[in-house]
């Protein structure tokens, strides 16, 4: 039987205050209208039909994918005239499923219960009871069964005492949608055309109609301020803590004080200490120890490696690592293509990027490293960098095993320098150096005796 999947994302969102349309927030790093696509992505529709209207462009651009339809919506007459437009692009048989997209955090076990009970059919509702049900549809019931929906401004002081509400969310037979909505007026408070109205219809021809009352107000709540779009942040955050903790002893000096914007897997006895951010993909071995206020996105942190506090790693597409014991900061940053072997320290303000650094090499303090192959055991001194940039193209820094390059130098790349070499402190190295050699590029002290040192004119 076709399943259609339809999420209506049309509105304004004026209480958002903002150019962005509202189904473009973003929670946890992702689109509200993201996360009902993601999770719509497991129940196997035939199509997801995105009704869009404000900010049509800019929202088809932002979630066009294979799979995914647009129908634009022109102007926007309410949630009835929205399923109107799509109407034509849904089949006669199966069921229709019916989300917002500013309801970000609707599961696909609750979204997969509502067409089970739909079976194309039945109108399903689904419900929750608000100890404030101020502005929502409420659901009359006569006895168990459903008799109508009466939108907040159309309704009686007495229905106004109701506190079961519609979510937003139903599912539908995809043949009796069509028709229904084809007879929708929009004679009432606010002038709009109620997609809600249908439910009376779907009685007064004897289609069975079930609400399905969810207890999870975190599932369906809708977002239409900055205020609700924060809140439902840290509901979703504190989710995302506690499933980490209990399912992977995952420990948070603070599970309120922790943000995931994008996928963590963590092995055993990994501490996360208050206020860090993880986006994109991030993993770490067993024992990491992550210090406080580091952000780390797109980074693989291999065991018993600690970042210290403050610290930035953020690997884009290419990915940054960190090897197994490694020290990293605080005050450090990893940029894409940093490449970081067992035991490597780096220290506060050094910046590495597109590197290699193997096994026990360390740059501690107030470095650069970009586009450099580093050998083992390397130490790099206090201020030197890779010079690895002409103003038009980048090349490549090679340093080889046990070299020591002194503080303040500047290797101009293309160089190598071999195994073993040491570069003085001050040196600016324009030529390759040979193994084992000590390379010294620098101006000559020199000494002037009895020499008098300038005094203030009067
Ligand atoms: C709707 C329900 C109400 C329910 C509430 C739950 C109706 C008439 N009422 O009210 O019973 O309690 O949701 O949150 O359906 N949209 C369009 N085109 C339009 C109008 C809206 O695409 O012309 C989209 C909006 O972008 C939004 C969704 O439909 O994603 C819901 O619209 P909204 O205006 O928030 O409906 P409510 O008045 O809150
Ligand atoms: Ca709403």
């Not at 349309?21 to 689109?31: D, F, N, Q, T, Y």
């Not at 109407?87 to 499923?97: F, Q, R, V």
């Not at 002038?191 to 975190?218: F, H, Q, R, S």
């Not at 960190?322 to 450090?332: E, K, N, Q, T």
């Amino acid at each position: 039987m076709p399943l259609n999947i339809v999420i209506m994302a049309a509105g304004k969102g004026t209480r958002m205050k903002s150019t962005l349309p509202k189904v473009l927030h973003k929670l946890a790093g992702r689109s509200l209208l993201r996360h009902v696509l993601d999770t719509t992505a497991e129940l196997g529709a035939q199509q997801r039909l995105v009704i869009t209207g404000h900010g049509a462009e800019q929202v088809e651009a932002a979630v066009g994918g294979p799979g995914i339809a647009f129908v634009r919506q022109m102007p926007q007459l309410g949630t009835g005239h929205a399923i109107q437009q799509v109407a034509p692009h849904l089949p006669d048989s199966g069921s229709t499923l019916i989300l917002s997209g500013d309801t970000p955090l609707i599961s696909a076990a609750t979204t997969g219960q509502l067409v089970e009970a739909c079976g194309g059919e039945r109108l399903v509702l689904l419900t929750i009871d608000y100890s404030d049900p101020t502005g929502y549809g409420r659901i009359l019931r006569d006895g168990e069964a459903v008799k109508a929906i009466v939108e907040h401004k159309d309704a009686s002081p007495e229905q106004r005492q109701i506190r079961e509400c519609y979510t937003g969310i139903m599912a539908a037979p995809s043949a009796a949608l069509k028709r229904w909505v084809g007879q929708l007026s929009n004679n009432n408070a606010q002038g709009e055309y109620y997609l809600t109205d249908i439910v009376a219809m779907a009685v007064a021809e004897g289609v069975p109609v079930v609400g399905v009352k969810t207890a999870n107000e975190t599932e369906v709540l809708g977002i239409n301020s900055p205020l609700q779009l924060a809140d439902l942040e840290r509901r979703f955050q504190r989710r995302q803590a506690e499933g980490l903790m209990e399912q992977h002893g995952l420990r948070l000096a603070d599970p309120a004080r922790f943000d995931l914007r994008g996928s963590l897997v963590c092995g055993q006895d990994v501490e996360i200490d208050v206020g860090c951010v993880f986006e994109g993909r991030v993993e770490l071995g067993d024992g990491v120890r992550i210090g406080a206020y580091s952000v780390i996105r797109n980074a693989r942190i291999a065991a018993g490696a600690r970042i210290h506090e403050f610290t930035h790693i953020d690997g884009e597409a290419q990915g940054a690592s960190v090897g197994a014991g490694a020290l990293i900061g605080p005050f450090a940053r990893l940029r894409p293509g940093a490449e970081l072997g067992a035991e490597v320290h780096i220290g506060n303000f050094v910046e590495v990027k597109n590197s290699t650094l193997a096994k026990g090499a360390k740059a501690n303090h107030l470095a650069y490293l970009g586009d450099a192959t580093v050998g083992e055991r390397v130490n790099y001194g206090a201020g030197s960098i890779t010079a690895n940039y002409d103003g038009a193209n980048k090349h490549r820094t090679v340093i080889g095993a046990d070299v020591h390059v002194g503080s303040n130098c500047v290797l101009v790349a293309p160089i190598e320098i071999g195994a073993g070499a040491t570069v003085g402190g001050g040196s600016t190295i324009t030529k390759p150096v040979e193994p084992g050699e000590l390379a010294v590029a620098r101006g000559k002290q020199v000494a002037i005796k009895g020499w008098v040192r300038p005094t203030k004119k009067r």
